[in-house]
């Protein structure tokens, strides 16, 4: 169940509540929120009935959670969640913007790309350290070695820093660097790194698995949540499908869907959906009207040079305009919906 205090309830009114709650030996956390402060206890409704909270002084009202996603689910929270990543609000009014390289490569190509991405008004810079391949003879990524690159990056342009963990056993060198931890989609079912991610300080990017359902991408969303990690943020890639013309199919409808059921906010990634660097902008553009709270992106100084997915990788100029094109069409539909979070 979700407790809805008054807006004026004391830190004494939600202590009595959690002292009830703890009592009865249910988990709960209590949620800060501009509106008010609620109290959620997943699984309090098995133990307790809503009628021995309602009257107490300073409640609302309780709300069930029906949901099997007592964590990840809408009613789960007052509110939308807005994810903060070294200052950048995911989830909220702005459109979130992540760009980068597939992978580190070297020095020169990490800070030619942080340079420009930077230049556009970006503020995060996404790279990969670890990269899961199909191919165990395709570029792995440089590690260790990447990482200290990526540390260096970002003091040198004060950029936020998006980087993928792809196991567990390496899992605290990528937490030691990255402001955002990626979770890939190859990973989304890799229940230990979930958990590890679960108890990580640092905030998730769950991409959504090769083939997984709404449902199976919240479940694994569920992993990282109830372990205590609140900063869970869901990324549409393309799912797998008879279509020959692209990498993956982008799942559009998949964005305000999974908006409609989960608070947590959801961006896209074009990139790796289309695998051809002339579809990246065209879906963008439509993953921004349908909802996305944020696109990721790759990008490369030289795309025919990269060692992972050049065929996706923006040149500098096309990421230039795709930048101004989603920015604009997020502007065109705040005018329309002004005070607006983005939920359709
Ligand atoms: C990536 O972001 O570089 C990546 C490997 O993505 P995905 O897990 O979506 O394939
Ligand atoms: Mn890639």
Redesign the pocket.
Known sequence: MLILMDQGATPEHVGAVMALLEAAGIRAYVQESPAATSILAPHASQVLKADRIEPMDGVNRVVPITSPFKLASADAAPGRTVVDVRGVKIGGRDLALIAGP??VESREQLFTVARYVAESGTRLL?A?AY??RTSPYAFQGKGLEALDLLEEVRREFDLGIVT?ATEVETFDEVERVADLV?I???NMQNFALLKRAGRSTKPVLL?RGLSATLEEWLFAAEYVLSEGNRNVIL?E?GIRTWSAHARNTLDVSVIPAAKALTHLPVIA?PS?ATGRRDLVIPCARAAVAAGADGI?V?THCQPGQALS?GPQALLPSDFFQLVGQVTGIRDLLLKDHPGATFCF
């Open positions: 597939c992978g996404r990969g990269k899961p993928e990626q890939g989609a190859r991409k990324c890639r990634d790796h990721m790759e997915d």
